[in-house]
């Protein structure tokens, strides 16, 4: 009996397949299912030198997600995949699209002479020294088609028996898979719509109207200019775009230094920075929300000027931050809600925005958040602002004029 007949005969999925069907348990993460997969496989005498798992997902920047699990590595590496990888030569000649569009199987037995040559990827799987590739659909319940990918450097590639018993991880696999991508939708789709720290509250159950918890934080507001003459003057495509980039540099600026933006009200923005015994002191949320803010100006100078290039009138903003109490949580209807601050510490943040157009500065905060900040600051006076009950002393950067 020749030594691929004792490797056929040896060669033994079970042990995976009853892990994955008992869904495999001690693994959190879809990186972990992979691992633990291979490290079964490779236990059952599978000679993978290569495992991958592709899966779509449903967000509004990233097209989908791959795992990779190489023999030797220490853990799975993850990689997302930006929309505009579509248009690639790699994704368009790419065995995964054909998965993907018809749900079929692609092997390529690469050790044979008489492999075609006809995907890109093939040419790197020969420089690893893989002798069989083969790419099989991961049917989910809901009609989408993902992949799994397994390659080998075994001489003379994959044996009939090999090939079967990884047909037999499939089904429970997809199932697996499917798991975790509707969770990683639900995740994905709640960071989009609500916010990473809202949408990580209503993923542990935080649903009921009414749910929430008093917080104290930083709460930017920020507000355009003239948006309606803005509107009238242009289709509402064009209006669309400006305010998609108006929103990428003041809600971006917000992202990036670690606030949450909740609400795109019209055309402004309210976004807090919490403070928390497990997140930012009231200091750093305070310095947080002043360099977001730095930032936004310096995002919104970049904009103008490319619309000046071109011909446009520069955009008018101000950003206006308050430091206080409010309510964290959900309001609305029975039928409708949205998580959100509500409180006075959230009207006054407006009220104080509001406040830029008349002392003719883009950027102000109130003695509240000064008092938490370094630096010089030059108050602009006490106000009594429109529903509050008591005047508010507002400042401004010394340099600004």
Known sequence: MNTR????????????????????KGAPLPQDVL?????????????????????????PNIMGRGFFWRRGAEEVTVAEAPYGVIDTDEFQHNPL?????????????????ECPDDFLILDELRDQGVTDYIAMPLDFTNGEVHAVSWSTDQEGGFTDVEIEELHKVRPPLARIAEIFAHRRTAR??????????????????QIKRGDGQEIHAVVWFCDLRNSTPL????????????????FEAMGGAVLDHGGEVLRFIGDAVLAIFPV?????????????????AHDAVERMEVLNRDREKGGKSPLGFGIGLHLGDVMYGNIGTEGRIEFTVVGAAANEAARIENQTKTLGVPFIVSENV?????????????YALRGVGHDIEIFTEADSR
């Open 188 to 205: 994905n789709l709640l960071d989009a719509y609500l916010g990473a720290r809202s949408g990580e509250k209503v993923l542990h159950g």
């Open 5 to 24: 007949s004792i490797r056929d005969k040896s060669a033994d999925a079970g042990p995976a397949v009853e892990w994955l069907v008992n869904g495999a």
């Open 97 to 113: 699209i054909r998965v993907f569009k018809d749900g079929v199987e692609i092997r390529r037995r690469l050790c044979d002479p």
């Open 231 to 246: 509107a009238d003057s242009m289709s509402r495509w064009e209006f669309l775009e400006l305010l998609n980039g108006y």
């Open 35 to 59: 691992f633990k997969l291979c490290t079964l496989l490779v236990d059952g005498h599978l000679p993978i030198c290569r495992g991958a798992v592709f899966v779509t997902t449903l967000h």
């Open 276 to 292: 928390s015994d497990d997140g930012f002191s009231i200091d750093e949320a305070c310095r947080r929300a002043v360099e977001a």
């Open 370 to 382: 000064v008092a938490h900040l370094s630096g010089d600051w030059r108050s602009l006076g006490k």
